[in-house]
């Protein structure tokens, strides 16, 4: 019986614990550079990307120009998104948990949704 209470309560945080929203840390900041980085640490720092303190939005700095930018977790994945407008957003960088990423960039000739043009990174948490 005390057992069976035991793995009851263990599931139960378990399940508890799955089902809790995932939410990024504030001030989380990512470096990305071209994909070889992955296996050459010597790759220039291209993009960094941003979580603010509210975590709901962020910032991208490439090129000597920052963007503000909406953030969001959605599945696994963080991703900033800018520019558009109510309906979609025009670029977005978006990670993966193993640190691919992939900058997207849409408009209004973009087709359901496909990008008209992607880069690829690879990203690390600072």
């Known amino acids: 019986m005390a057992n069976s209470i ?31 980085g992955r296996f050459d640490a010597d790759q220039p720092v291209v993009v960094v990307a941003t979580v603010h303190d509210d975590a709901k939005t962020g910032k991208i700095d490439v090129a000597g120009v920052t963007y503000e930018t909406d ?5 696994f994945d963080r991703q900033w998104g800018f520019g558009g407008n109510d309906e979609y957003y025009e670029f977005l960088l978006i990670i993966e948990p193993n640190g691919d990423a992939t900058y997207m960039s849409f408009g209004p000739d973009s087709e359901y949704g496909i990008p008209l043009d992607t880069q690829d990174f690879f990203c690390k948490p600072r």
């Open 71 to 75: 953030y969001r977790v959605k599945g």
């Open 6 to 36: 035991r793995i009851s309560a263990t599931v139960i945080v378990l399940v508890a614990s799955l089902t809790a929203p995932l939410h990024a840390s504030a001030g989380e900041v990512f470096e990305c550079t071209d994909p070889v």
